[in-house]
């Protein structure tokens, strides 16, 4: 009796640890290019979202910077007294500090995840130091166009003619370290930012694939863009009170806002407390959380695409 052929087994299909191991073995320089092109095209496409921030925690009872508290009316000011272009204003400084300090950020956070992780995908500790590391290095490139961007983001770009004009000023009247006056709490705020930002995406990532496996191939982008979004949301809320110290240690003295007798962040908080109350500490969060959401989706697809470009360049 003639015997029913047996089917050809075929390979499993590739788990999304697998996957994830065969994209991330690139290059340092690769994964520098991808993480550039990642950061400028976020921060670009979400910039004017990112004025209207700093325009709202910039202010205070005693900055006449008149901006309400709610996005609405925040847009509104800004448009009648400046018009569209407003909104722009202070992307060249973004554009010079976007891409380095993202190409750090992501080959750091790579490396290190590597080396922390010792191969294991799961290993949430390993992804929060990573990205810890990650920002030290990216906010030490980043923070000094920041700080130039937000002065040139308030309203008359605080007299400032420019990028290199307002570095000039800055250098000639408050020294190198006005550059450096936000660091710490940049880094104070980004170092819990990240940690959360990066074990979010990671673990939404792979919920998002053990839901649907098919959409380790077909559905990718999708699949970063979605934990991305709720990774930068969860982040951005939590913290929004030491942005908006930030925002005030590296925008005081302009157009009349607050000058702090020191770089201390338990002084400025201090001072916004007694000035606006509690509320002042989350001044802008809405308009943070509408940038950190859809900027890390698109931020997460793009650096993944990158390095699928890099992955498949590699095979060729």
Known sequence: MATEPRPVPHPPPLTATEVSTTRNSLRFWQLMVAGS????????????????????QARSSSCPIKTSLTVRQAVGSILKSNGPSALYRGIGAMGLGAGPAHAVYFSFYETCKKFLSRGNPNNA?????????ATIASDAVFTPMDMVKQRLQLSGGGGYNGV????KRVLREEGFGAFYASYRTTVLMNAP???VHFVSYEAAKRALVEVSPGSVDDGRLIVHA?????AGALAASVTTPLDVVKTQLQCQGVSGCDRFKSGSIG???KTIVKKDG?????????????FHAPAAAICWSTYEAGKTFFHEFNQS
Do not use: N, Q
């Open 226 to 230: 979605t934990a991305g979004a709720a």
């Open 278 to 290: 509690y509320r002042g500490l989350i001044r802008g969060w809405i308009p943070r959380m509408l």
């Open 164 to 167: 290199w004009d307002c570095v």
């Open 37 to 56: 092109v990642a950061g400028s095209v976020e921060h670009m496409a979400m910039f004017p979202i990112d004025t209207v921030k700093t325009h709202m």
């Open 193 to 195: 930012f990240t940690a």
């Open 267 to 269: 002084d400025v908080f």
């Open 125 to 133: 500790s390993a992804h929060a130091v990573s990205g810890v590391c």
